[in-house]
Each structure stands twice: as C-alpha cells, then as structure tokens.
C-alpha cells in the first residue's frame, strides 16, 4: 500500500515538474501564432489598400480620391499611420526602356481634374505601415525597431494607366 502512494506522489511530482518545463514553450508557441495571425492580418490589408489606390490611379482619380480609396480599403488598420507615395512612369519607343519614376500629381480643372499619368504609362502606389507588435517585448527582437517593437509592413502596387 505505501509503495502505490510514494509512485502516485512522485508521477504527480513528475507530471509538475515536466509542465514547468514544457509550458513556457507551449506559452510563446501560441503567442507567437497569434502575433504572426495579426502581422498577416495587417499585411493583407495593406495589399488591398494599395490594389484599390493603384486602380483608382489608373482610371484617372484625382490624389484626394486615391487617398480616400486607400483609406476605405484598410478598414482594420490606422490609416493615419500608412506612408503613401503615389508615382508613374512612361515608356519611350525609341530607346526602349521606362523612365525614372515621377510623382503623381493632378492636372486640370473644374470636372475635368485628374491624375497627371498619360495613357498607358505605369502607376505605382507604394504603402508602409508600422504594425505594432502586440506581444511587446517577448518578440521585440525581431521588430524593425526593436525599441518600440514595430515591424514596417510594406507594400506596392503597379498598374497600366488606361
């Protein structure tokens, strides 16, 4: 009888000691699995905001009305946060090759304002986002900028101008 009680005491000690061990693991294995989920998270929605941007671009929009695109397809993320550059360039025919790339502007006036890329030039909208770790310190060392425990989240967008 006091043989079976001594084993039972030392299997629950075991049993303790091997869940000491192992949930720490457990422990940073899942918070690791949620705060790659919200970088995902964020990281797509990024990707749509720039495609969206990039095609109100190219059917002319004007630079408010890409904004407010961007804006509208990143309803997760803080889109005051999003660094945005809006560029096109042009192809020449007779040498070849793309020129450098050129800030998007507006052109005209009244109704008949829009976006300065000529027909079939290529629009680029760039995006970055600094996605703020919500694991704090646990994965600051993997951040971008380990102190605040941000990692810059970038994407971009290049379109036919039609």
Known sequence: MRASRSSSIRARGVVSVEMALVAPILIVLLFGIIEFGLVIKDYLGINQAAREAA?????????????????GSAPT????QI????????????????SDWLSLTNVGSGSDI??????GAQ???????????VTGPLFARLADDAETGTIILTAAMVMRRE
């Open 55 to 71: 095609r109100t671009a190219v059917v002319g929009g004007t630079l408010s009305a890409i904004d407010a695109r961007l804006d």
């Open 77 to 80: 993320i803080d889109t005051e």
């Open 83 to 98: 660094s945005r550059t809006y560029e096109y360039r042009t192809f020449s025919e007779s040498t070849g090759t793309w």
């Open 114 to 119: 829009q976006n300065c890329a000529p027909e």
């Open 123 to 133: 629009v680029r909208v760039s995006v970055s986002y600094p996605h703020a770790l």
